[in-house]
């Protein structure tokens, strides 16, 4: 199957600064992208779907100014945490399809500590 | 809305099989995925299903039954390793992302 990259895989940083996190398809062209996140024994909830050259649509509840998403190029996501917070840590995974209604690929996850 | 319900949480034997529902109501259906998911890791894909019936791959099986919005993931000769969270998710409609169940949490004990 395809290959769908993210970095890094664990990130520790501080409370108020900010913190990227990149999402790459290898072997594929993604123009749309989608960005989850995870709390400990909880499902995937969908935060926004990244599209390549356009503004990302983000879902309810989750702040656009401060979750910032970038979609530069058809192979390549990120997600920039701004002014983290302890509660913003959570367990990050994008994902990433060829086309539509085909399998969703997804990245190895960010664990993102807030210290 | 979209919802989809599957059980919290299951326990099941090793060597033995397990069946996970799940009952979906979305705006639309454009197929049906089953996820495994590890702790702490990123969910890998086990199946797909868009039309009525039952998707054999090993030991783990899919059905799909549409007039019902009901599918199931069958997992035969179960293994330590087989204790993880699946994750049912459909697609709605169009270029829509995934929409995921909470997952079911199966252990397998000796």
Redesign the interface.
Known sequence: GAVVSQHPSRVICKSGTSVKIECRSLDFQATTMFWYRQFPKQSLMLMATSNEGSKATYEQGVEKDKFLINHASLTLSTLTVTSAHPEDSSFYICSAQQSSNTEAFFGQGTRLTVV | GQNIDQPTEMTATEGAIVQINCTYQTSGF??L?WYQQHA??????LS?N?LDGLEEKGRFSSFLSRSKGYSYLLLKELQMKDSASY?C?V?AS??T???????T?LSVIA
């Open positions: 454009n197929g995925f702490g890791e990123a969910p890998t894909f797909y868009v994750l998710a697609y169009g270029n992302p995934l929409v995921f169940g909470k997952g949490r």
